[in-house]
């Protein structure tokens, strides 16, 4: 069974970074997309981000330029580097891959 466990979430400052991880188990990782979501408060879950199992990224306009999706196979291990965070960016953040999702974990952005 697939676990995918995210952590890097917190309270930061708006214009701050964070960066946001997802281990996965499984051996097949390496050979699934990886995708990020997010859910506001209040919001429908939304999708953030994925990485195709090339590396290739794609991202909501909502964060295009701001957010960075990358994975380290090796690792088993899916990143979203998160930079010139706003409030509007709080929410909770979650890995989905390899048909299950994670838990989550709240990022939230102060004014």
């Known amino acids: 069974q697939v676990q995918l466990v995210e952590s890097g979430g917190g309270l930061v400052q708006a214009g701050g970074s964070l960066r946001l991880s997802c281990a996965a188990s499984?051996?097949?990782?390496?050979?699934?997309?990886m995708d990020w979501y997010r859910q506001g408060p209040g919001k429908q879950r939304e999708w953030v981000a994925t990485?195709?199992?090339?590396?290739?990224?794609n991202y909501a306009d909502s964060v295009k330029g701001r957010f960075t999706i990358s994975r380290d196979n090796a690792k088993k291990t899916v990143y979203l580097q998160m930079n010139s965070l706003k409030p509007e960016d709080t929410a909770v953040y979650y890995c989905?891959?390899?048909?299950?999702w994670g838990k989550g974990t709240l990022v939230t952005v102060s004014s």
């Open positions: 989905r891959g390899m048909g299950s």
């Open positions: 499984g051996s097949i990782f390496s050979i699934n997309a």
């Open positions: 990485i195709s199992s090339g590396g290739i990224p």
